[in-house]
């Protein structure tokens, strides 16, 4: 007798992948952070249009000096402000059209009009040789960088236009980072406190020599490591 038993085969339910919820970028974060610090610091003296409130010193035999300066203070709270939108990455993936045209600002209403502005402003100013030198190889560095990447994103070369503008973007945070060291190191107990010096060398040279540094990391040391690091997992033992 043959059996017209049905052989019922039940496919396996496998359980659904749970989502993994987007890290927070934690470094971003931060970056907003001392952002509005910076700004919040920076920015008072300078809302009562009164030169003798500027924590740059003012040369009062310049009538265009203190203009020009609230120009690129003005210019350099845009360039801050867009960096941030810049670098966020939900942005950049989800929404292109606000990244594209805060990068076209970040551009011409930001980082090359606040350099322009930094290299017409420091011979009028008052700064010594430490600072107008530093002031003036910062805003050379920050105009070279912003339209080297932008027209290697006109010209579609996304590797460039990226790496440039990393380059960039650690050039116009050197303005928040520099205050932070020249106001932050000289608290340190047993460091000389020397205001000529120290506020000029922090605020002007290193703020954006360590910014650099840590971009040229990210860009070349930080990718060749895990190259070596996954090339040497794949050989034999």
């Given at each position: 007798m043959v059996s017209n038993t049905l052989?019922?085969?039940?496919?396996?339910?496998?359980?659904?992948?749970?989502?993994?919820?987007?890290?927070r970028p934690k470094g971003l974060i931060a970056l907003v952070v001392l952002v509005v610090a910076f700004l919040a610091a920076s920015?008072?003296?300078?809302?009562?249009?009164?030169?003798?409130t500027s924590i740059i010193p003012i040369n009062a035999q310049i009538a265009l000096h203190y203009?020009?300066?609230?120009?690129?203070?003005?210019?350099?709270?845009i360039t801050l402000f867009t960096v941030c939108l810049q670098l966020w990455p939900r942005i950049r993936r989800n929404r292109p059209k606000i990244h594209r045209i805060s990068g076209r600002t970040y551009v011409f209403a930001g980082m090359i009009?606040?350099?322009v502005l930094a290299l017409?402003?420091?011979?009028?100013?008052?700064?010594?040789?430490?600072?107008?030198s530093g002031a003036t190889v910062w805003a050379s560095l920050g105009l070279f960088f912003t339209i080297r990447g932008y027209l290697a994103g006109r010209a579609r070369d996304t590797r460039e236009h990226r790496r440039w503008m990393i380059y960039s973007f650690a050039t116009a945070m050197g303005?928040?980072?520099?205050?932070?060291i020249a106001v932050g190191v000289p608290a340190i107990p047993g460091v000389p406190d020397s205001?000529?010096?120290?506020?000029?060398?922090?605020?002007?040279?290193?703020?954006?020599?360590?910014?650099?540094a840590i971009a040229y990391w990210w860009l070349?040391?930080?990718p060749a490591r895990a190259r070596a690091k996954a090339k040497a997992s794949r050989v034999p033992a």
């Open positions: 052989d019922h085969r039940q496919t396996p339910v496998t359980a659904p992948r749970p989502q993994r919820r987007p890290k920015l008072p003296p300078y809302v009562t249009l009164d030169p003798s203009p020009i300066l609230l120009g690129h203070i003005l210019f350099g709270t009009p606040t350099c017409v402003v420091v011979p009028m100013g008052e700064l010594n040789l430490i600072g107008a303005l928040a980072t520099g205050r932070v205001p000529d010096v120290f506020f000029p060398l922090g605020g002007f040279w290193l703020g954006w020599m360590v910014n650099l070349n040391i930080k």
